[in-house]
């Protein structure tokens, strides 16, 4: 089956640290750009992040640099987000997404059930 | 950047009414244009791309139009299973969504 399932998330202090993971099957990881894409509570959906097939580009929304970083292992078919000096407005739910092949509008054809960050004191 | 701007940001409609959400770029982005639905703790599904394309497996009610700047995306008569927020995308950018509500 062709899914995503991202695991990692949780309760954290501010300033703590968290790295989430998306376990990718059913397709070849390597061929494809991929996405970290969050929600807020009562929020819209946020690009957070996207990584080129090789990771060798990587881009982030203006609010996470410098705190997050984005990688993948495609031997082992994972994504992963590593988020430092968390912030409350950090608080949301986590998808991982799929970039369409050969989309250059950055077509997310695949997503993930999300995992969930809490940053709270 | 580019900016999406998606109105109206929430709308009351009843079953079978037929529904046009809009979306509105800064600037021209061709045909560069994807719709998602999203519905509370689950995952957002592609709906159309390319503006006007229809995705595998979603039902033909559905359907979007538009290039350049302004952009739609219409339900041509809206079933139980449509209430959910919809948002559009163009290389990273969500417009802020369009929530539909029961009446």
């Known amino acids: 089956e062709v899914q995503l399932v991202e695991s990692g998330g949780g309760l954290v202090q501010p300033g703590g640290s968290l790295r989430l993971s998306c376990a990718a099957s059913?397709?070849?990881?390597?061929?494809?750009?991929m996405s970290w894409v969050r929600q807020a509570p009562g929020k819209g959906l946020e690009r957070v992040a996207t990584?080129?097939?090789?990771?060798?580009?990587?881009y982030y929304v203006d609010s996470v640099k410098g705190r997050s970083t984005i990688s993948r292992d495609n031997a082992k078919n994972s994504l992963f987000l590593q988020m430092d000096s968390l912030r409350a407005e950090d608080t949301a739910l986590y998808y991982c997404?799929?970039?369409?092949?050969?989309?250059?509008?950055?077509?997310?054809?695949?997503w993930g059930q999300g995992t969930l960050v809490t940053v709270s004191s | 950047a580019i900016q999406l701007t998606q109105s109206p940001s929430s709308l009351s409609t009843s079953v079978g009414d037929r529904v046009t959400i809009t979306c509105r770029a800064s600037?021209?982005?061709?045909?560069?244009l994807a719709w998602y639905q999203h519905k509370p703790g689950k995952a957002p599904k592609l709906l159309i791309y390319?503006?006007?394309s229809l995705e595998g497996g979603v039902p033909s009610r559905f359907s979007g139009s538009g290039s350049g700047t302004d952009f739609t995306l219409t339900i041509s008569s809206l079933q139980p299973e449509d209430f959910a927020t919809y948002y559009c995308?163009?290389?990273?950018?969500f417009g802020q969504g369009t929530r539909l509500e029961i009446k």
């Open positions: 059913g397709f070849t990881l390597s061929s494809y750009w």
């Open positions: 995308h163009q290389r990273g950018t």
């Open positions: 390319d503006a006007s």
């Open positions: 600037q021209g982005i061709s045909s560069d």
């Open positions: 990584i080129k097939e090789d990771g060798s580009e990587k």
């Open positions: 997404a799929r970039v369409r092949l050969w989309s250059v509008a950055g077509i997310l054809d695949l």
